[in-house]
């Protein structure tokens, strides 16, 4: 139904019908008029004046900003593009921070509990470092407020366990915030892991090399230990095996700083063993000068310059796949390495993560969707990727069981 129209079958016939007629017209025209006083009064005071009005009697969900750096920007970028998202406010203490939000036009504050507080959104992005991503969190959960939280979820394990148990408690919702997972390749690529197309899953293989420029670097915690492509870069890449390969039981690695020579690896390769049986390994560089990276193959991004490589390959005893051009590999006839191998390829639809990402979060503090990255996803994903830094450290498999 659309502005005001109501659809009833009218008699068009004779007398009464005539009059019938009229009265409906008139209650259309009141009707139409009624929906456009209805629409300015459910305009949110806070529409920033670029996002689009259409759709104006669909519900909006409000969310606030907490951290307006990198990511934070990314954010509010999607948020203000979408005609169902309110930017509520941002929290970020630095003038930057203010300036943004006084170019959007929408309330600011130096302190994220003053905004939670005074504009009691909806939701919230806790958008920044890493450190701060559990108080926050708490504070949001303690106001009924659901959380949007950027990974890695927390710093420690324990730490992560807290939310999960405040979560728990609460009820109120909380995502995390890795992003491959609404990208519509890897929704696809899932669906075909756990339809059984691969047939049982043998064994996964990522490549994850790229080039830091040297000013990455001036930073001088991007040189010390924690700063590195383990704990930066790999947590995408063990989030994305565990949607797509199940839990991971314990790993294995090795690091090198031969390159750079800082106090924090340049250069890492990982074993890990899922709870499925299946095996895999994740060669990761930041140092390295090639195009075998999802960021570059992917299309996520505009800021890498994209490369028609694939980064990820999945084996299964009846099929394999590569990501992200989505190519399943398999035998029609015998099954054997002298036969011949077909290819087919699905292509899905190209669809920005971030934006589905946020509007999966609208749908999950409706309730009409449940967390497709739980605080416990995020949990398990930071443990196995510290898992990672500490066999590389240690020599020893170390184990991801809870
Ligand atoms: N999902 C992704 O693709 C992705 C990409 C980049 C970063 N991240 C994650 O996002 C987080 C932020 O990374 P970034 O690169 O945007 O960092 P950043 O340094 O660019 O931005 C952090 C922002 O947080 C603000 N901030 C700091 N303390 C604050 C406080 N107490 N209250 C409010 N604001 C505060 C800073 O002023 C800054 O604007 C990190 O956890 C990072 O791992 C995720």
Avoid at 309 to 331: E, M, N, R
């Amino acid at each position: 139904m659309c502005g005001g129209c109501v659809n009833v079958a009218v008699n068009r016939n004779g007398r009464d019908g005539t009059q019938k007629w009229n009265r409906i017209q008139l209650l259309n025209l009141i009707l139409f008029f009624n929906t456009l006083d209805t629409n300015a009064h459910r305009r949110p005071a806070n529409l920033l004046p670029n996002q689009p009005t259409a759709n104006l009697r669909m519900s909006h969900t409000r969310i606030a900003l907490i951290g307006a750096g990198a990511i934070g920007r990314t954010h509010i970028d999607r948020i203000t593009r979408s005609t169902n998202l309110v930017l509520a406010a941002i929290a970020d203490p630095t003038e930057a921070g203010q300036a943004l939000a006084a170019s959007l036009n929408v309330p600011w504050f130096a302190s994220h509990v003053d905004m939670l507080d005074a504009v009691k959104p909806q939701g919230a992005v806790v958008a920044t470092p890493n450190a701060t991503h559990i108080p926050m969190a708490l504070d949001c959960l303690a106001r009924g407020v659901a959380a949007l939280v950027e990974k890695p979820v927390a710093d420690t394990v324990a730490e992560a366990q807290v939310l999960v148990d405040a979560q728990a408690r609460s009820g109120v919702p909380v995502l995390v915030g890795h992003h491959r997972r609404y990208n519509p390749i890897n929704r696809r690529a899932r669906d075909i892991v756990q339809a059984g197309q691969l047939g049982q899953l043998v064994s996964a293989n990522v490549m994850a090399q790229f080039l830091k420029p040297d000013a990455y670097f001036d930073a001088a915690w991007r040189r010390e230990k924690g700063g590195g492509p383990i704990l930066i870069n790999l947590i995408h890449e063990i989030d994305m095996l565990r949607f797509l390969c199940g839990e991971i039981t314990s790993v294995q690695a090795l690091a090198s700083n031969a390159v750079r020579g800082f106090n924090v690896e340049d250069t890492a390769a990982a074993v890990l063993r899922f709870a499925n049986g299946a095996l895999g390994t994740v060669v990761l560089s930041d140092t390295a000068t090639a195009p075998w990276c999802w960021d570059f193959c992917a299309g996520e991004q505009d800021q890498y310059p994209r490369q028609a490589v694939q980064s990820h390959f999945i084996a299964g005893t009846h099929g394999s796949l590569s990501l992200p051009d989505l190519a399943l590999w398999g035998y029609r006839g015998e099954r054997s390495w002298h036969a011949e191998l077909t290819r087919e390829q699905t292509t899905v639809h190209k669809a920005d993560p971030y934006t589905a990402q946020l509007q999966h979060f609208a749908a999950v503090i409706d309730g009409r969707e449940a967390p497709l990255c739980s605080a416990l996803d995020g949990l398990r994903t930071l443990q196995a990727t510290l898992a990672v830094s500490e066999a590389a450290a240690s020599g020893a498999t170390v184990s991801c069981t809870l």
